[in-house]
């Protein structure tokens, strides 16, 4: 099963992939989670990849489009893949079905994840992750349940994405709004495009994506 969780930053795709993984024995394939290891390992386009996404602007297509041809390719994809992240413009979503073409793979779904925007601000603002496991937080929605300490790990360290401030969140949603919205249509047109309510609670989210998924 390959499936592309689409929405704007903030709607919860991270969340649900991790959820799916392992419900479904897929891989995650975040496009953010990977040029957030680009960042850290500090090359040449660590520091670019900063720059861009500490602004809120989108990285180069052909650059995103080749990080995501060479990892479908690892043994671990063969089982199947949520996409979190990408596409996130036509030109991405067009290569993206040339590749599956490419390789023999198809979509089983594109699920939208239908968000208020004004919400948005809030729930990305206030996330946090634990720094050794990842488990997410939030400062209102989701405390860890003893302050300070991870619930999955009991790790004393959390850290928060340098994107998400409330400047570039707005750049953010921007770019969501200019660049990747427009790909909904060409996923309608296909067919293939199926929304679930992103302000529902997390459980109701994943049993929405469920019900989707077994009807795919
Ligand atoms: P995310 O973790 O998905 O919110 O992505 C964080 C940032 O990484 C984005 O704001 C972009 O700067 C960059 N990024 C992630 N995925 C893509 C993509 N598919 N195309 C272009 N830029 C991306």
């Known amino acids: 099963m390959n499936v592309i969780l689409l929405g704007p930053p903030g709607a919860g795709k991270g969340t649900q992939a991790k959820r799916l993984e392992q419900r479904y024995s897929l891989v995650q394939l975040s496009t953010g989670d990977m040029l957030r290891a680009v960042v850290a390992s500090g090359s040449d386009l660590g520091r670019k990849a900063k720059t861009v996404m500490e602004s809120g602007q989108l990285m180069p297509d052909d650059l995103m489009i080749q990080m995501i041809s060479d990892r479908i390719e690892q043994p671990d994809c063969a089982r199947g893949f949520i996409l979190d992240g990408f596409p996130r413009t036509t030109a991405q979503a067009e290569a993206l079905d040339n590749m599956l073409k490419n390789k023999g793979l198809k979509l089983s779904g594109v699920i939208e994840m239908k968000v208020d925007s ?99």
């Open 118 to 216: 004004e919400a948005l601000i809030e729930r990305i603002t206030g996330r946090f992750s634990c720094a050794a496991c990842g488990a997410g937080y939030h400062d209102r929605f989701q405390r860890p349940k003893v302050d300070e300490v991870c619930d999955s790990c009991g790790g004393t360290e959390f850290s928060r994405r340098a994107d998400d401030n409330e400047a570039t969140v707005r750049s953010r949603l921007a770019a969501y709004r200019e660049q990747t919205a427009p790909i909904l249509p060409y996923y309608e047109e296909q067919g293939v495009l199926r929304s679930v309510d992103g302000m529902s609670d997390i459980d109701e989210v994943t049993r929405q994506i469920e019900t989707v998924l077994a009807a795919a």
